[in-house]
């Protein structure tokens, strides 16, 4: 990946929840785009047990997911409800600890 977002989520937000958000998202997003192009150009990463989710951000597509997923998070869980890091391009050291 050359370039994402990395979201932490409080511990107290159900990992169901998280990954249903993301596939709004990723449902708004084919709206956009082709649909092969969202999971191909996006590659979406999440780790449950942590409630962490990785998202590409370096083809148009990614960006746009980024775009939707975060609105839709901040909407859901709140604007203190998680956290969001830009991993990738000269931070690969954050990319590989939250993969």
Do not use: C, K, W
Request: overall charge negative; aromatic content about 6%; hydrophobic content about 50%.
């Amino acid at each position: 990946m050359r370039a994402g977002y990395l979201y932490t989520f409080g511990p107290n937000i159900p990992a169901q929840e998280i990954e249903a958000v993301l596939v709004l998202a990723a449902l708004a997003t084919a709206g956009l785009h082709p649909d092969e192009a969202v999971p191909v150009e996006t590659r979406p990463a999440v780790d449950a047990a942590v409630n962490v989710v990785v998202l590409s951000a370096d083809t148009p597509a990614g960006r746009d997911l980024n775009r939707v997923f975060l609105a839709l998070a901040t909407r859901g869980f709140g604007p203190n409800g998680f956290g969001v890091t830009r991993v990738g391009e000269g931070n690969e050291a954050g990319l590989a600890a939250a993969t």
